[in-house]
């Protein structure tokens, strides 16, 4: 018999209006990459969280190392040498990467020999050869607010080693990593693998199933559809149990039909914080029926330029024209309201007010206009007869309907409400940033048509996306941003994946 070193057996978990887990049993070998895959909503990050103390299951049991156990919180996990890297990191921000890390594990010393005080120093250096000894070298001195996104995973994996997890949980641990930080990451997965642990990859990205992981467990609708062994099995095959139908992998796109020019963007410059110029000088610009898509390496001032255009960040030279008029010095509602629709990067701390209801969420825009308002007052069947109809075009799936807090939703059913919102608002000018980040292929596929519908209607589309066969398969004109300067624009017919490729690493002329 193999040793399992975790049994989840007939595990169901309910949440009103709702049943993430309908009676899931899994075995999970000693030393193996083992996945979980499915649709955002699928009940993946529900099953983990039983395993790791967050929540508890409504029936079924759990074994770890063949003994029966009752998770009861994450320290009772951590007991037990189970670790998880959530899919929004949990971090002090204004605290130093050896302080978080060390946070309810404080290693106790005595100041002047008898005061109690935190062995900082000595965390310190420990926590530096722990990283050197994984591969993940970090300086523990710095504030998690001055460490970019892939160095704050690194942490949360150190906070897993320091507490001699066993047991690795990673929830979607690629969802906001650039495609040179993926490699990076898979590369450490492996070598934790190797050097004894077990880990568990929460993902819907088949392509890192496949490079990674030795068996699959397929989630659809919190049901098990299926254990599968990786290396025999196809990512069609995958894909289509997954989202239970047949997927297509390419994108079925019309020849465009360009009108009159709606955006243009006249020599665009955007400093940071630090007075430091991240975009300098960019022009260019987008017609009616047009899908124009930015690409470049993460930090390169893709974001910026859309962030400029809607007005959430100050520019300190160029001009902005929506269909003619000088929006340049504009409020951001006033943009809105002029017709620019936002898809942002970040959907949580810029898409989302995460504390307010779905309704509330998807009427956002609109809300302070009939027939969301009238004489002042709020009208809450129209929130409610909207948010209904949002919820079943765009299958938006969550717990309790219109009435779900969004902080409780998956981070792909989050998105999806934000694109529904922003597609709703009919806009002249839509800006999708990231649009398809931490979403299943269903999703993807799914998103991709609806960029092409609104560009077959006429919109003009800014697309900004790190995924570089996103660009080539949706774009109809494509501009590449290297340290912060439009280094070319050229039809998309004429430029292949390694020119954009290479542009994006800076090379002036291919």
């Given at each position: 018999m193999e040793e399992y070193i975790v049994e989840m057996r007939h595990i169901t978990k309910r949440f009103p209006g709702i049943v993430a887990n309908d009676d899931v049993s899994i075995s999970i070998k000693k030393g193996e990459i083992f996945?979980?895959?499915?649709?955002?909503?699928?009940?993946?990050?529900?099953?983990?969280?039983?395993?790791?103390?967050?929540?508890?299951?409504?029936?079924?049991?759990?074994?770890?190392?063949g003994q029966k156990v009752n998770i009861t919180s994450p320290a009772h996990a951590a007991q037990l040498n189970i670790g998880m890297v959530h899919q929004h990191f949990k971090l002090v921000e204004n605290y130093t990467i050896t302080e978080n890390i060390v946070l309810g594990q404080e290693p106790a010393a005595r100041f002047l020999g008898f005061l109690p005080s935190v062995d900082i120093k000595g965390s310190d250096k420990k926590i530096e050869e722990l990283s050197r000894?994984?591969?993940?070298?970090?300086?523990?001195?710095?504030?998690?607010?001055?460490?970019?996104?892939?160095?704050?995973?690194?942490?949360?994996?150190?906070?897993?080693?320091?507490?001699?997890?066993?047991?690795?949980?990673?929830?979607?641990?690629?969802?906001?990593?650039?495609?040179?930080?993926?490699?990076?990451?898979?590369?450490?997965?492996?070598?934790?693998?190797?050097?004894?642990?077990?880990?568990?990859?929460?993902?819907?990205?088949?392509?890192?199933?496949?490079?990674?992981a030795d068996r699959c467990a397929i989630l659809c609708r919190g049901k098990l559809v299926g254990v599968l062994d990786v290396a025999s099995t196809s990512t069609k095959t995958m894909a289509n149990m997954m989202v239970g139908r047949e997927v297509s992998f390419t994108v079925d796109k019309k020849p465009a039909e360009f009108g009159a020019e709606v955006l243009k963007i006249e020599g665009r410059t955007v400093k940071n914080r630090d007075g430091l110029p991240v975009v300098k000088n960019v022009s260019f610009s987008i017609?009616?029926?047009?899908?124009?898509?930015?690409?470049?390496?993460?930090?390169?001032?893709?974001?910026?330029?859309?962030?400029?255009?809607?007005?959430?960040?100050?520019?300190?030279?160029?001009?902005?024209?929506?269909?003619?008029?000088?929006?340049?010095?504009?409020?951001?509602?006033?943009?809105?309201?002029?017709?620019?629709?936002?898809?942002?990067?970040?959907?949580?701390?810029?898409?989302?007010?995460?504390?307010?209801?779905?309704?509330?969420?998807?009427?956002?825009?609109?809300?302070?206009?009939?027939?969301f308002c009238r004489k002042g007052i709020l009208q809450n069947e129209a929130f409610e007869e909207h948010g209904n109809r949002l919820i079943k075009e765009y299958d938006i799936r969550s717990g309790q309907g219109i009435s779900t807090t969004v902080r409780s939703m998956s981070g792909g059913n989050q998105q999806k409400a934000i694109i529904a919102r922003e597609i709703e608002l009919?806009?002249?000018?839509?800006?999708?940033?990231?649009?398809?980040?931490?979403?299943?292929?269903?999703?993807?596929?799914?998103?991709?048509?609806?960029?092409?519908?609104?560009?077959?209607?006429?919109?003009?589309?800014?697309?900004?996306?790190?995924?570089?066969?996103?660009?080539?398969?949706?774009?109809?004109?494509?501009?590449?941003?290297?340290?912060?300067?439009?280094?070319?624009?050229?039809?998309?017919?004429?430029?292949?994946?390694?020119?954009?490729?290479e542009y994006m690493m800076g090379v002036k002329s291919v």
């Open positions: 996945a979980l895959l499915g649709e955002n909503g699928a009940g993946k990050s529900t099953l983990m969280s039983m395993l790791f103390g967050m929540y508890e299951p409504d029936e079924g049991e759990i074994y770890i190392r000894r994984y591969g993940l070298e970090v300086d523990p001195r710095k504030k998690i607010e001055d460490i970019n996104v892939s160095t704050r995973q690194r942490v949360e994996i150190l906070k897993m080693l320091y507490r001699e997890a066993e047991i690795l949980i990673f929830d979607e641990p690629t969802a906001v990593l650039t495609p040179q930080e993926i490699e990076f990451l898979l590369d450490i997965i492996r070598e934790l693998r190797n050097s004894g642990k077990t880990i568990i990859l929460i993902t819907h990205k088949l392509e890192e199933i496949k490079k990674v017609r009616k029926g047009e899908i124009f898509a930015i690409a470049g390496v993460s930090g390169n001032g893709q974001t910026e330029v859309a962030d400029a255009i809607t007005g959430l960040v100050p520019a300190s030279g160029g001009k902005i024209f929506l269909n003619g008029k000088d929006i340049t010095d504009m409020s951001v509602r006033e943009r809105i309201t002029s017709g620019i629709s936002y898809i942002p990067e970040d959907r949580q701390d810029v898409g989302l007010v995460l504390d307010f209801s779905l309704a509330e969420n998807l009427a956002l825009k609109e809300y302070f206009h009939e027939p009919s806009s002249e000018l839509m800006i999708f940033v990231q649009p398809t980040r931490g979403l299943d292929i269903g999703a993807i596929e799914n998103i991709h048509k609806q960029i092409l519908e609104q560009r077959d209607a006429g919109r003009a589309i800014l697309l900004i996306s790190l995924e570089l066969d996103e660009i080539i398969g949706l774009a109809d004109t494509i501009g590449v941003m290297y340290n912060g300067e439009m280094l070319n624009i050229a039809p998309a017919e004429t430029l292949t994946a390694n020119q954009v490729g």
